[in-house]
């Protein structure tokens, strides 16, 4: 098992920024690529970023691009993003999530959020314009 508990979640203006954390516990945390997804009230969860486990091959949704980063400390068990130029579009709970370790590391295969295996409980992002 693995645990995942997200933070760094609130409420700023259009054009702010945000960090959040995902803190791992359990099983070897380093084993695991990772992700960010969220959702907004009535909507299907939806991809956001991935970082493998090396750090090494980042991910991103297109909405994103350029305004966020995802980063990963090992030694610390804790994945992070970086949220820059934030819109009230973005307003949503995002989670991270472990992807399965059957499931092959790829553009593709870290879009679908049944590809992940252990996920977070969620902060809230709430951007106002």
């Known amino acids: 098992q693995v645990q995942l508990v997200e933070s760094g979640g609130g409420l700023v203006q259009a054009g702010g920024s945000l960090r959040l954390s995902c803190a791992a516990s359990g099983r070897t945390f380093e084993n695991y690529n990772m992700a960010w997804f969220h959702q907004a009230p009535g909507q299907e969860r939806e991809f956001v970023a991935a970082i493998s486990w090396t750090g090494i091959t980042p991910y991103y949704a297109d909405s994103v691009k350029g305004r966020f980063t995802i980063s990963r400390d090992n030694a610390k068990n804790t994945v992070y993003l970086q949220m820059n130029s934030l819109k009230p579009e973005d307003t949503a709970q995002y989670y991270c999530?472990?992807?399965?370790?059957?499931?092959?590391?790829?553009?593709?295969?870290?879009?679908?959020?049944?590809?992940?295996?252990?996920w977070g409980q969620g902060t809230q992002v709430t951007v106002s314009s």
């Open positions: 999530a472990a992807l399965k370790k059957s499931t092959y590391y790829s553009a593709s295969r870290v879009l679908s959020p049944t590809e992940y295996e252990y």
